[in-house]
């Protein structure tokens, strides 16, 4: 077996799980909607009173010979009624609104703590600056033993039931029961829960002298004012040109992103344009207000961008704003609305489809189902459109251009500028196992454990890499990982070296700096973020002469 082939099933290894995880997550969370805050909460009721549905489920629920439970038929019903429609319109039942809902408005009623489940104990991974816990006193690094009554350590409980015990309502209280290395004795703390953000934006630094990087996770509510905020602090720092990443955003509220890519645009320039059957067509123009339309601009995006990701990526593309760089995104060009029913349920109902400015729907078919739809992010890594831009095979009937007469294509996704595939070097076997069994993350966590205290003052990553330099990392996460059960693989760790070495002081930074250390670390063998940033922000625009 050939090298690339070795890269290729490994890389099949690592990306295949992931893909099924986010074919099934995507069915419910991919969405653009024109939801306004203040209609999040309003009941609305859309069944026609005297349907035929109506009368069956009205029989049923009074003359049925025995006591059934006709909120799991109503349940049951709305799934075969939407089941044949397009993936994206959803119900969203009452229990999972609250959810839904805290991601798009961005803040949830909690004690301000990241956490990981670490060798069946719940520790502490970072305090929320400012949050509940850190006023009472919680440090990075404790376990968390009970959450009032309820036992969570050394025992099977998921991170959702966690979840639950330690969110609630803001303005009650929670009893932790907490062990701290250093203390003999487990003791309680009382948290009076708080307002907890949700940041959509992950993480604002200056990747080089003159460049800014600018990790947006999601389109909520927040977003604007978190986006404008950044481009501020780097524009301060010295930034003459930013890179917006988008990979792995599946989009969110549509609105917000119209308003951020109006900040590059100049006047009179269309983002975007809305058509359905009950929609009659809405154009969006950018205002000329924007405060960064000359600012030189490159946006990232993969397999994974969608929905409103695609609209920002593509009105920057067809206006000839800016480049885009990394691989073709997921393909969502239909518009949902979020819709109440009378139980705190919602529809969240496609209604129309929206069109970049250069005409094109970037949709993909779906006419076969919603299996097979999904199941397109399989495909297209067998068919090995990760690995190769020639691979791609769009329509020509489906042929567009943007403002300045390039070429660019619609039926499915945003196709970048510049495509960068999948860096495969230096996959191993060993390293698939190390992630696998979560032994490299595991391993940080028992680095921190004995260090935390030697890094409890460093201001930035250089600060944690300069640390870092004295130990041979590798080494001890390859003695720890046997010890965990995972046999040496010389051969493997040596090929693998590199990645494993920038995994692990990439973890560690996040422990010491959250996303700050995090992403200037991960970002040094980042071949896409390291393509963007040599790319030329002006696309060519001139349309080639053609002879006859």
Do not use: C
Request: hydrophobic fraction near 40%.
């Amino acid at each position: 077996m050939n090298k690339s082939n070795v890269y290729r099933n490994s890389l099949k290894i690592i990306l295949i799980p992931l893909i099924v995880l986010a074919a099934l997550v995507a069915g419910l969370l991919l969405g653009s909607l024109f939801t306004r805050p203040d209609v999040i909460g309003r009941s609305e009721f859309f069944l026609p009173q005297g349907s035929k549905l109506d009368m069956v489920l009205n029989m049923v629920n009074h003359s049925y010979v025995d006591t059934v439970d006709m909120q799991k038929i109503e349940e049951d019903a709305i799934a075969e009624v939407i089941k044949n429609l397009d993936p994206h319109t959803v119900y969203i039942p009452a229990e999972d609104m609250e959810k839904v809902n805290e991601e798009m408005v961005g803040n949830f009623g909690g004690i301000g703590v990241q956490f990981y489940k670490y060798l069946d104990t719940v520790t502490v991974i970072k305090v929320v600056p400012g949050g509940p816990s850190e006023r009472a006193g919680i440090l990075d690094g404790d376990r968390i033993i009970r959450v009032n009554d309820s036992l969570v350590a050394g025992v099977k409980m998921n991170d959702q039931k966690i979840m639950s015990l330690l969110r609630g309502a803001m303005g009650t209280r929670v009893e932790i029961t907490l062990l701290r290395r250093g203390v003999p004795e487990p003791f309680v703390k009382e948290i009076t829960r708080g307002g907890i953000p949700v940041k959509s934006i992950d993480v604002a630094y200056m990747y080089d002298d003159t460049t800014g990087y600018i990790k947006v996770n999601t389109f909520s509510f927040t977003t604007y004012d978190e986006f404008m905020e950044a481009l501020s602090g780097l524009t301060e720092q010295g930034m003459r040109k930013v890179i917006v990443d988008l990979r792995d955003n599946v989009g969110g509220v549509l609105p917000i992103a119209i308003k951020m890519v109006n900040e590059f645009l100049g006047a009179h320039r269309l983002i975007l344009y809305t058509q359905g059957k009950a929609s009659p067509r809405s154009d969006y123009y950018s205002n000329g207000k924007g405060e960064y339309q000359t600012l030189p601009l490159v946006v990232l995006i993969d397999e994974n961008s969608a929905s409103a990701s695609e609209i920002f990526a593509g009105a920057i593309q067809d206006n000839d704003r800016g480049v885009i760089v990394g691989r073709r995104s997921f393909g969502k060009g239909l518009v949902q609305e979020q819709r109440m029913l009378p139980d705190g349920s919602a529809l969240r109902l496609t209604v129309a489809r929206y069109y970049i400015p250069s005409g094109r729907s970037i949709q993909r078919p779906y006419d076969n189902g919603k299996q097979e739809y999904y199941e397109e992010f399989y495909h297209r890594f067998v068919h090995g459109e990760l690995l190769e831009k020639d691979s791609i095979r769009f329509d020509e009937s489906l042929r567009y251009e943007t403002a300045g007469g390039r070429e660019v294509y619609g039926g499915g996704g945003i196709m970048p500028d510049l495509f960068v595939p999948a860096d495969t070097t230096g996959v191993s076997d060993y390293l698939v196992e190390l992630r696998r069994k979560m032994l490299l993350y595991d391993y940080t966590f028992y680095f921190m454990d004995r260090h935390r205290p030697e890094m409890t003052d460093f201001k930035d990553y250089k600060e944690v890499l300069g640390y870092l330099k004295r130990f041979d990392l590798v080494e001890e996460m390859a003695a720890y990982a046997e010890k965990r059960g995972l046999k040496k693989d010389r051969k493997g760790l040596q090929e693998s070296r590199e990645l494993i070495l920038n995994s692990i002081q990439a973890y560690i930074a996040r422990h010491v700096l959250d996303n700050q250390g995090f992403y200037p670390v991960s970002g040094r063998i980042d071949t896409t973020l390291q393509k963007a940033a040599e790319a030329n922000p002006w696309p060519a625009v001139e349309k080639e002469e053609k002879t006859e």
